[in-house]
């Protein structure tokens, strides 16, 4: 099978609630869609404004791959070496799922199976609360009491004073925080002690992306595992991270560059003791249900996207009332197109022949 059209758009989507984080607030985001030929496969392309996304680099790259007339992988085994290592991660990641995408859907089979992975069902996702005041925090885990797991953003002021609110809440809650690389080492130090008798589950990249040793020195203080994400984007971050003796590295597919590099990641870091958690950035369950399809190989899971945005065009992932969550077993990665709008002809919408 050649490509003989590859179509990419970008969409902007509308998040239920402002999503404010150590980094800033977003009221919106950006996500590509791209598809392989007509219907033959589905891929998704996103990274939040503090990665230095140059969306511009992924249509050059698209445009670049588009061109090269090759033969499309058959197999799974084949999809690393046909994509190469060039281009930008999350882009990469893009047609990298639709290439499994197209795959299973030529096999008749699930993503998981054709993996040979186990379904993916039984664990909840953490529900995320994002930076506001004290009482507003406290208000929406007290909204959602059949969500077993709240993660709270933190990396403000008064963080303590917004994690005592939230655990007042919900007592009963598994108590996640990510600090999204926002505290000092000092300021990291002292609230990890102070949260040590709030129960918490993890605590997920309490310092600047290239503080690996520094975390590792926090580690050692602390019975809650440290958990990296902006941390960890390539193989050799988890070596890295496993030396410093850090708890847990959580994966990405636009961190990673698709399935291929996060399975290689799985793997890796199991063998060096590191626990796993698949997470998502904003986007849609065409990404999200992707990861999803992983999630037997995880102790944590963090798939909650598509529950904060209000304009998903794609269904695929669902949950039950408990943020359980399920993967479609129709072929492929088993997304539906909901919206037709979103991939009519219109400005920002590339086809490549």
């Known amino acids: 099978m050649v490509i003989c059209r590859m179509q990419w758009q970008k969409l902007t989507l509308i998040l239920r609630n402002p999503f404010r984080l150590s980094y800033g607030v977003s009221e919106t985001r950006e996500t ?41 992988p058959e197999t799974p085994a084949e999809i690393e070496e046909w994509l190469g290592e060039e281009g930008p991660p999350a882009a990469r990641a893009a047609l990298d799922l639709a290439l499994y995408d197209s795959i299973g859907l030529t096999h008749n089979l699930p993503l998981y199976k054709l993996l ?8 909840p996702t953490s529900f995320t609360i994002a930076i506001d005041t004290p009482d507003a925090m406290a208000q929406q885990a007290a909204e959602h009491p059949e969500f077993p797991i709240i993660k709270v953003k933190l990396g403000s002021d008064d963080d303590l004073t917004r994690l005592r609110a939230v655990r007042s809440a919900r007592p009963d809650a598994r108590l996640r925080v990510d600090a ?24 997920e990249q309490p310092l600047g ?34 030396q410093a003796g850090i708890a847990g ?23 060096l003791g590191l626990k796993v958690m698949l997470g998502c950035m904003v986007e849609t369950s065409l990404g ?29 992932i669902t949950y039950d009332k408990n943020l ?24 920002g919408d590339h086809e490549q022949h």
Not at 180 to 203: H, K, P, Q, T, V
Not at 326 to 346: C, D, F, Y
């Open 116 to 123: 040979g992975l186990p379904y993916p069902s039984g664990l």
């Open 32 to 72: 590509y869609w791209l598809r392989l030929d007509k219907d033959a496969g589905w891929g998704e392309a996103t990274l939040p404004p503090y990665y230095g996304v140059d969306f511009a680099s992924f249509e050059e790259y698209w445009q670049k791959m588009s061109q090269t007339g090759r033969r499309l």
């Open 288 to 316: 999200t249900t992707a990861m999803a399809h992983l999630c037997g190989l995880a102790e944590w899971i963090d798939l909650d996207a598509p529950l904060l945005i209000a304009n998903d065009p794609f269904e695929g």
């Open 180 to 203: 999204n690389a926002g505290w000092s080492f000092e300021d990291a130090l002292y609230n990890i002690r102070a949260m040590e008798n709030l129960d918490l589950e993890m605590i």
């Open 324 to 347: 359980r969550i399920r993967v479609p077993e129709r072929p492929g990665l088993g997304v539906i197109l909901k919206t037709v709008e979103a991939v009519e002809e219109k400005n």
């Open 249 to 271: 590295v959580n994966l990405k597919l636009m961190k990673a560059g698709g399935l291929t590099p996060t399975l290689r990641m799985v793997n890796r870091a199991r063998e």
């Open 209 to 242: 992306v290239h503080e690996i040793e520094a975390m590792g020195e926090l580690q050692k203080v602390t019975s809650i595992p440290l958990v990296a994400d902006e941390s960890v984007r390539t193989l050799a971050d988890i070596e890295k991270l496993a």
